[in-house]
């Protein structure tokens, strides 16, 4: 089976913090996506990417950034959190999206920004 | 704009008994539709996939329904068990342009004992 891992389920950082989530694919995956969860407004497309070194914004980049130096990994970064960056982070990979191939989510992480 | 409403928002059953979630899309031209369940504190899990062809598609005890006429499918649970609770996401994917698909907000089910 596909994995996607998460490197932190909980994170805790201090407002103006820089903040790296990580996500890792062991499937060859060519493509990866960033997605926040919130209450009442489901998965919400932050960053994606389809290939190594590049990067494609979703619906909601502002305040972000990510980095994909390696196939298998997809980084996220809060350049300087904010407590409205308060989330869970869904990190998902596809094999062929154009055909069909559904996602394969990570476990998420929960980040609180105080 | 392509949407994806699902409904009710919530809804809490007793278990044993079924019930039936809907998904109401304006995707176009449409590709296909997957139901994702996404258990509590976990990232979702595709159920199933439906693509314009198929009318019913069964996983054990679930079963989604696809009417792309009417641009409507259903996920009914049949016999719900404790392990059902859990948000139920309709995820709708169109073909050209952009493979990004559309999110629906997900319907959080609760089954009590």
């Known amino acids: ?114 | 704009k392509n949407q994806v409403e699902q409904s009710p928002q919530s809804l809490i059953i007793l278990e044993g008994k079924n019930c039936t979630l809907q998904c109401n899309y304006t995707v176009s031209p449409f590709s296909n539709l997957r139901w994702y369940k996404q258990d509590t504190g976990r990232g979702p899990v595709s159920l199933t996939i439906m693509t314009f062809s198929e009318n019913t598609k069964s996983n054990g005890r679930y079963t989604a329904t696809l009417d792309a006429d009417t641009k409507q499918s259903s996920l009914h649970i049949t016999a719900s068990q404790l392990s059902d609770s859990a948000s139920y996401i309709c995820v709708v994917r169109g073909t050209g342009g952009s493979y990004i698909p559309t999110f629906g907000r997900g319907t959080s089910l609760i089954v009590h004992p």
């Open chain 1, 1 to 114: 089976d596909v994995k996607v891992t998460q490197s932190s389920r909980y994170l805790v950082k201090r407002t103006g913090e820089k903040v790296f989530l990580e996500c890792v694919q062991d499937m060859d995956h060519e493509n990866m996506f960033w997605y926040r969860q919130d209450p009442g407004l489901g998965l919400r497309l932050i960053y994606f990417s389809y290939d190594v070194k590049m990067k494609e914004k979703g619906d909601i980049p502002e305040g972000y950034s990510v980095s994909r130096e390696k196939k298998e990994r997809f980084s996220l970064i809060l350049e300087s959190a904010s407590t409205n960056q308060t989330s869970m982070y869904l990190c998902a990979s596809t094999l062929a999206p154009a055909q069909g191939s559904g996602y394969t989510f990570g476990s998420g992480t929960r980040l609180t920004v105080v």
